[in-house]
């Protein structure tokens, strides 16, 4: 039931621009007073849970060159990269899918899929081919694509690595992220496998996470 008075103005959308208070219809991609561009909605963000989920994460950062990793209640499990375009690959991603299925079958808790999406390219309807040899590995397994949550770097970067490094150069994060990873994993990680080992930290904890998982799933460890 909508508030009263909530009517009209509901009806006649408008947004007011916050440089000098003009008041301008909502299609306006510009304020018509003082030429400010309209501000973008703040897309709202469920906050992390104290504790990690009793959930099973696969973690992918999928490009041609995959990295992968498999968190279980907040613990790493394990993690590798492989190559989406040849046939060991190909194996690899479905065996990482399978070993996430099957430890949540043990543990009997749910498993969710946190990918990266970098260049628009998203993991339900991807232009990527990496994303489609992992789509089909994921579904394979059993996993509803509801419970596929995508994060863009810079989301995972910033409570993962922190320290304002998300704003960092490229080769910069890069080495922050080996050695994160590598100290996670307790041997030297790789490149590609690195974002991914700390995509899976981020998603034990994530509120995006959370929100993917049925209500009555939604436990901590
Ligand atoms: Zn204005």
Redesign the pocket.
């Known amino acids: 039931m909508r508030a009263a008075g909530f009517g009209y103005s509901g009806a006649v959308k408008s947004w007011r621009?916050l440089?000098?208070g003009?008041v301008n219809p909502d299609d306006a991609v510009a304020?018509a007073?003082?030429d400010?561009p309209k501000p973008k909605a703040k897309t709202k963000r469920p906050p992390p849970s104290f504790r990690p989920w009793r959930v099973v994460v696969l973690a992918l950062d999928p490009a041609n060159r995959s990295g992968w990793a498999v968190w279980s209640m907040g613990r790493y499990v394990e993690s590798g990269e492989c190559r989406i375009y040849s046939n060991p690959g190909l194996d690899a991603v479905k065996r990482a899918c399978e070993s996430a299925a099957s430890l949540a079958r043990m543990a009997k808790c749910p498993w969710v899929v946190c990918a990266e999406v970098s260049w628009g390219g998203r993991m339900a309807v991807g232009p990527s081919q990496a994303l489609g040899a992992w789509r089909y590995a994921v579904r394979s397994a059993g996993l509803p694509m509801r419970r596929v949550v995508e994060v863009f770097p810079s989301t995972w970067r910033a409570r993962v690595l922190g320290g304002g490094l998300h704003a960092a150069k490229r080769d910069v994060v890069r080495k922050a992220e080996v050695v994160a990873a590598s100290d996670i994993a307790g041997r030297t990680c790789g490149g590609d496998e690195a974002p991914a080992v700390l995509i899976g930290k981020w998603g034990c904890q994530a509120g995006e996470v959370g929100a993917v998982l049925p209500e009555r799933m939604q436990k901590t460890v």
């Open positions: 621009c440089q000098c003009w304020c007073d003082c400010k």
